[in-house]
């Protein structure tokens, strides 16, 4: 079936409530005059309405015929901290926040499936709708799973939509494993003796202890993994020093690392602490080193992944259908959720060029609100195939 007519009837009403949700970016765990949008829209449409995981998350349960099967969709509510730069009509009015990610369009998407399937009720089970906080950096999904999202709402598999800018409008994209990488952050604080800089023999150095470190960590990724694997090694912040004259006593790197499998983020980790410790120690200094693990991969399972191209095609056609695309370094807090359940997260085309080609955390960003009725429609479709009516 094409995009559903009932869908696109309604659609200035999606491009409304977009709108709408861009003018009033919230950022993470903030999202309270979003999640109330979220679940007044949800009231409105007679869906049952749960509030409070991750404090501003919203849930919205919807039972049709008599079947005692469930699935889940998740779409994201949060902005990033970004001063937007655009200058029409509906941009943000928050100062220094901005849905530059298209969290805006994901939540109206999901919002305009509820309010056709509640409609149509053409399905047999239960739909739970996942509004989640807090995807840009404070991984909300982990935390709706640690709060109990689903114990409280039991589901066989889980499904979630990213916009992606660069793909055309009208096709849908994703793949079988994984998907999108892991996205782990570090720090490490290299501790020596201060001193004076044309002195530094009576000083231990810092600074060139660090920068010894950060060449070696890049040898992790061309050395100790396997050519084929796909891994990333970033620092991305370098603290040190106040002065030209002084050695200083400590120096902070910081970073980020990304990776496509879990045996991947063991063998990053474990190296880039050896690496640390090894090379401070070498030189008589001490390196203190964390290493936290915020996202995992974000990996597709086979099963789910056909079903969900199979309810793609159904409404784009299968000439637009990518279902081997390539993966990306980015990362997703969906991946929390698919370590718990089944599922799968596919690309929808957000355009090319001046249409919807502008890539997300820019501020110039903005969804493509052509898009709103391909992705409720493919929504709608999916339920409808994983759940067929009796």
């Not at 999108?180 to 002195?199: E, N, P, Q, T, Y």
Request: charged share 20%; aromatic share 8%.
């Amino acid at each position: 079936m094409p995009i559903v007519n009932r869908i696109s009837a309604f659609h200035q009403e999606m491009t409304d409530w977009r709108r709408d949700l861009h003018r009033h970016p919230e950022t993470a765990f903030e999202e309270f005059r979003t999640s109330d949008f979220v679940a007044e829209k949800l009231e409105q449409f007679g869906i049952e309405v749960h509030r409070g995981l991750a404090k501003t998350g919203v849930v919205g349960t919807l039972k049709a015929g008599t079947g005692n099967r469930a699935i889940g969709l998740r779409a994201d509510m949060d902005a990033l901290h970004i001063t937007e730069l655009n200058d029409f009509d509906h941009r943000s009015v928050n100062d220094g926040k901005m849905h530059a990610c298209g969290h805006d369009g994901h939540t109206t998407m999901l919002l305009g499936a509820a309010k056709y399937l509640s409609e149509a009720r053409d399905f047999d089970g239960t739909v739970h709708f996942i509004f989640q906080p807090a995807e840009e950096n404070e991984a909300g999904g982990r935390v709706m799973v640690q709060d109990g999202l689903f114990e409280l709402f039991p589901v066989e598999a889980v499904f979630g939509m990213h916009n992606m800018p660069g793909i055309e409008t009208g096709k849908i994209a994703a793949r079988v494993g994984p998907q999108m990488a892991s996205a782990d952050f570090f720090h490490l604080k290299v501790k020596g003796v201060g001193g004076h800089g044309a002195m530094p023999h009576l000083a231990a150095d810092p600074v060139v202890v660090a920068a010894e470190v950060v060449g070696a960590w890049q040898s992790i990724v061309s050395r100790r993994a396997d050519p084929i694997e796909s891994a990333v090694i970033s620092v991305t912040m370098i603290h040190g020093g106040d002065t030209t004259n002084v050695i200083p006593e400590h120096v902070e790197l910081q970073g980020t690392a990304r990776a496509f499998r879990p045996e991947m983020q063991v063998l990053i980790e474990e190296s880039m602490r050896r690496i640390a410790e090894g090379i401070c120690g070498a030189h008589g200094l001490v390196g203190e080193f964390t290493y936290e693990r915020r996202y995992p991969p974000t990996i597709n399972t086979a099963d789910e992944t056909g079903v969900a191209m199979a309810a793609a095609a159904n409404v784009v056609g299968q000439d637009n259908v990518d279902p081997n695309v390539t993966p990306v370094m980015g990362s997703e807090d969906f991946g929390w959720m698919l370590m718990e359940k089944p599922g799968c997260y596919v690309f929808v085309g957000n355009g090319t060029g001046e249409t919807g080609g502008c890539m997300v955390h820019n501020p110039n960003y903005d969804f493509n609100d052509e898009i709103l009725p391909v992705g409720a429609s493919y929504w709608a479709e999916l339920v409808r195939t994983v759940l067929p009516a009796a």
